[in-house]
């Protein structure tokens, strides 16, 4: 049953774009664009822009979790890998990713994470 004829049924039942990208097939882009308008994440806005400018990190599934932006390869399988982008109280970042050699990179600046990000997907 699809969300709009669930909430037909159970109108108490509530449902966010989102969900509704999840159940068309494509949540990637809607993620992309919570994450960029919500204030909740103002302070992150700029690594997100700069990380969403890119053709390649864009089509990651972008969340957050414990102050870390992790960018899932598969938004269905966790276990497909992620990069992980961590803040550093020192001013500089943290990038590691789930499934390659690299254990943990610290950077300065975002231009080098992107770099890293890249290289980690397989694209120098």
Known sequence: MKLKELNAHFPFMQYD???????????V???????????????????????HSDDQLRKLFPFFSHGTLRLARDYSDRTAGEIWITPLRSGGYR?????????????????QIIDI???LLGRP
């Open 17 to 27: 774009e989102l969900a509704q990208s999840y159940e068309n097939g494509d949540p």
């Open 29 to 51: 882009a809607t993620q992309w664009g919570n994450l960029l308008t919500d204030e909740m994440f103002s302070s992150a806005r700029g690594l997100l822009r700069q990380i």
């Open 95 to 111: 990038i590691e990713s789930t499934d390659s050699d690299i254990n943990r990179e610290e950077v300065e600046s975002t231009d």
């Open 117 to 119: 990000a890249l290289s």
